[in-house]
Every structure is written in C-alpha cells, then in structure tokens.
C-alpha cells in the first residue's frame, strides 16, 4: 500500500510562492508518474500538473503554466509543487497522486491509483 502526504500549503497573500510537497512511502516511486490535482469548494478536482518517472518531462495546465514548476527528488521519495505569483483563484486543496501506469505523464485522475488526502492552499487578494 502506498502513501502519499502531502506538506505545504497555508495562507498567503496574491503574489506570494509556495512549495508543496508530497513523501511517497514504498520502494517504486521512481518508476510512477506523479501529478498534482486541486479542488476549489463547490467545483471538480482539476489537473495542475504531472512529471514523468525520470523527472525529465512534463506537463502542466494553461491557468498555472509559467507559474507553477513541478519537480521530483526520486533519492528522496518527494515531489514538489512550487508555486509562484499565486492569485486568488489559486485558492484550493491540493492533491498528489500516483499515475497507475508507467509510461508516461497522465493528466485525467483516472489515470491515477493513490492519492495523499490534500493540503489547502488559499490566497487573499
């Protein structure tokens, strides 16, 4: 069984960064795409961005893209989610989550078996 926890997040004024991170428990995380989801109240969990097992691809949502850097330590079982010039509309839960497959970067939670149970991020204005 795989665990995901997730760290990071607080409140923060629009403008402000952050860093989130998310330890993997087990002993396969290198060989596992990681993404980043978020859910705001009252909407559906969207894609944010994802990384593929060598850390050397990957993808992201236009509402973050230039903003957002996603990166993994595999030595260390830890992928981060660094966000900057955060805007009120950034203000959300964020997940991690493991890709059920290997391949690749999987942007559709679908494509994801575990999850961490989230950390809120919320940004004033």
């Known amino acids: 069984q795989v665990q995901l926890v997730e760290s990071g997040g607080g409140l923060v004024q629009a403008g402000d960064s952050l860093r989130l991170s998310c330890a993997a428990s087990?002993?396969?995380?290198?060989?596992?795409?990681m993404g980043w989801f978020r859910q705001a109240p009252g909407k559906e969990r969207e894609f944010v961005a994802t990384i593929n097992r060598s850390g050397d691809s990957t993808y992201y949502s236009d509402s973050v893209k230039g903003r957002f850097t996603i990166s993994r330590e595999n030595a260390k079982n830890t992928v981060y989610l660094q966000m900057n010039n955060l805007k009120p509309e950034d203000t959300a839960v964020y997940y991690c989550a493991r890709s059920r497959e290997t391949a690749s970067t999987y942007t559709r939670a679908v494509d994801y078996t575990y999850w961490g149970q989230g950390t809120q991020v919320t940004v004033s204005s």
């Open positions: 087990g002993r396969t995380f290198s060989i596992y795409a």
